[in-house]
Structures are given as C-alpha cells and as structure tokens.
C-alpha cells in the first residue's frame, strides 16, 4: 500500500455536504495527491466518512487522521477498519489516536493514562474477533504520535505514524525513533499569501484551535519552545514553524523540508479564509509543487 509523496488533509472540507464533498475528492484524486485524510471531532463518523470517499474515488488511498479510541471499542474499530480494507483492498489506512480531554469529555467519556490506554488498545484491537473473511492485506494502522513514548510504540506495534500540529523538528525526532521500515506522514498546514499580515489572518483561527490543545503544546514545550511564544494564536516563530506561507517556491520548500528530515508522505491542509468551501483551486495550484511521479513510501504490517 502507497500513501504517494503528498495527500491532502481534508480539515473542513470534512463537512462539505456529501455530494460537494464527492465532487471535490474527485477532483483531487484527479490531482494526482496520493491519500485523503479526514479526522474525527464533532463532524461525520470517520469510517463511514471514509466509505463515502471510497465509494466516490477510484485509486486514491483514504486515511482516518485520527480514529478516537475513546469512543469506540477496540472491536468496533478493527471491525471497521477490516470492512473497509475488505470492500476497499489496499486503499483504506486507520489512524487511531488519543485525542484531547475536551473532545473525549464532550462526549461523555474518560480520558486517562493515554499511553497504557493506547498499548492496551492495540492488544484488544489484534484480538477482534471478526466472522466474515479477513481483508488480504490487512489495513495497516498508523500512530497520533508525538511525544517519544507514542512514538516507540508506533515502531513497535503498528505500521507507522501521522503526526500533527509539528515542525521540521519532530519529523526529524519521529524518524530517529521510528526508524527506517515505519512510515511517517506528518500534516503540514499552509496558506497562499505572499505576506504575513496575509498569511495570519487567516492561519490564526488554526493556532488558536490547536495552541488551546494541551498536547500539542505540551510537545512544543518538550521540544524546547517557551510558553510565551504559545499563547495563542503564538507567535511569528512558531506560526512560521508550523505553516507553510510565502511564494509558491518557499510553500514547496517547506514541505521538501520534511521529507528532508524523514517523512515519507506530507498530508498538507489548505487554510482558506472561507473555511466552508473547498479549496480545489488551491490544490491545484499546490499539486505539481509537491508531487512526483514515483510513489515514496510501501506501508503495511
């Protein structure tokens, strides 16, 4: 299974209406990304936002970035991993994660001991039982990791990571600790604006969202980044750190950064001033800045 070199993470564009939401990940498979990415928050349920984009695409990888494991049982989600990866071969990738204490709480469920929670997961999640016939190959399933000890556990028990909300420097930390036959597909976010002050008002409303949770700031602290510089939305350092912004040229450096320092796949999100369309023209403006014709990395455990 491929990921492609780049793939598109779809952010609000998750909650298109169903048919726009068709029409648009056509067009971006058309493209030529190699993998779409829908997360799981207060939208649509991510397996059956996964089937909806399947059912729509021909070729393009689909990917959960991330599946909750707070809100479904270890055997609802291999299950339905297992669905799809039999309906859909070598096209569906489960990412699972922990989440955040707001979006695990709002929902009436406990978020304690992520790590133990996470390794005993998986475990219950290898023993699913499951009567119809059993996908050939697997879904392979990829990490929310950031800090080190998430990290060692994707190395060890899974097919790899995806990374959020990161800089260069995680990606060069993650392949240090992944090594070399795991993926790592970090999500980079950009804006297309020439300017900062361009570039701020509308990537801000994405700081502020991901600086107020605790665990991303939690791994910029270990990382070194001083608190004053999180508050959000941050500040110029850390905004330029985390998204990509500038001409065409420097947008396309800042992704070649991190397959520089390790990742086999970016999956790069568009930031739009109107969040509640789909940003297709700027993808295919992006497309031929990030794309090559060689598939860069081979998945799956």
């Known amino acids: 299974m491929t990921l492609g070199r780049a793939g598109v993470w779809l952010g609000s564009m998750a909650n298109l209406p169903a048919a726009d939401l068709r029409r648009a990940v056509v067009e ?132 790899g990571a995806h990374p959020y909300f990161v800089p260069v420097e995680h990606t060069l930390e993650a392949r240090g600790i992944l090594g070399d036959d795991r993926a790592l597909a970090p999500e980079l976010a950009l804006v297309f604006a020439r300017n900062r002050e361009g570039a701020r008002a509308t990537g801000d409303r994405y700081m502020r969202t991901y600086l107020n949770l605790e665990n991303y700031r939690r791994n910029l602290v270990r990382m070194g980044w001083p608190q004053d510089e999180l508050e959000p939305p941050g500040s110029d350092r850390i905004f330029d750190a985390v998204v990509a912004w500038g001409p065409d040229e420097e947008i396309a450096r800042k992704v070649r950064l991190h397959h520089e ?41």
């Open 261 to 301: 320092a390790g990742a086999d796949h970016v999956a790069v999100q568009v930031l739009t001033p109107a969040p509640e369309r789909a940003p297709t023209e700027e993808l295919r403006r992006l497309a031929p800045l990030v794309l090559d014709s060689e598939p860069r990395n081979s998945i799956g455990r």
């Open 28 to 159: 971006i498979e058309q493209m030529g990304f190699g993998t779409i990415w829908l997360g799981e928050a207060i939208g649509r349920e991510p397996f059956a936002g996964a089937a909806l984009i399947l059912s729509a695409t021909s070729r393009v990888t689909v990917a959960t970035g991330i599946a909750n494991i707070w809100v479904r049982d270890a055997t609802a989600m291999m299950n339905g991993a297992r669905t799809l990866a039999e309906a859909w071969p070598n096209r569906f990738v489960l990412g699972i994660g922990v989440s955040h204490v707001p979006l695990v709480k709002v929902r009436g469920h406990q978020y304690e001991r992520p790590l133990s929670a996470m390794r005993a997961y998986l475990q219950a999640m290898e023993n699913a039982p499951y009567r119809p016939a059993m996908p050939k190959p697997p879904p392979p399933i990829l990490l929310a990791a950031l800090g080190v000890k998430m990290l060692q556990l994707a190395r060890e028990r899974t097919a």
